[in-house]
């Protein structure tokens, strides 16, 4: 098993700023990925960033392509979603994904199989 914790979520002006955090403890493993994706009010939940906890590489949408960076700390299993610019269509339910090895297949959301329990992130106009 393993355990997601989000955090950093809250209200922010549009061109704001956030970072969220998501913390992993359990059974993790090297080769995992980890997924953020989002989920606004009335709409199917949207990839939005992943990164190879081995590699550090990334994979973006192109609608957070040059606004968003997914960064690690292997040392304390925390992934970071810095969040940059953000836009009113940014708001949304943000959720930390692991369980799958990094793959092509990173930005499916049925490939994971353990997820946080959400942060929200509101963004005004």
């Known amino acids: 098993q393993v355990q997601l914790v989000e955090s950093g979520g809250r209200l922010v002006q549009a061109g704001g700023s956030l970072r969220l955090s998501c913390a992993a403890s359990g059974r993790t493993f090297s080769t995992y990925a980890m997924g953020w994706f989002r989920q606004a009010p009335g709409k199917e939940r949207e990839f939005v960033a992943a990164i190879s906890w081995s590699s550090g590489s990334t994979y973006y949408a192109d609608s957070v392509k040059g606004r968003f960076t997914l960064s690690r700390d292997n040392a304390k299993n925390t992934a970071y979603l810095q969040m940059n610019n953000l836009k009113p269509e940014d708001t949304a339910v943000y959720y930390c994904?692991?369980?799958?090895?990094?793959?092509?297949?990173?930005?499916?959301?049925?490939?994971?199989?353990?997820w946080g329990q959400g942060t929200q992130v509101t963004v005004s106009s």
């Open positions: 994904s692991t369980g799958v090895d990094f793959g092509p297949w990173a930005d499916d959301d049925k490939m994971y199989p353990y």
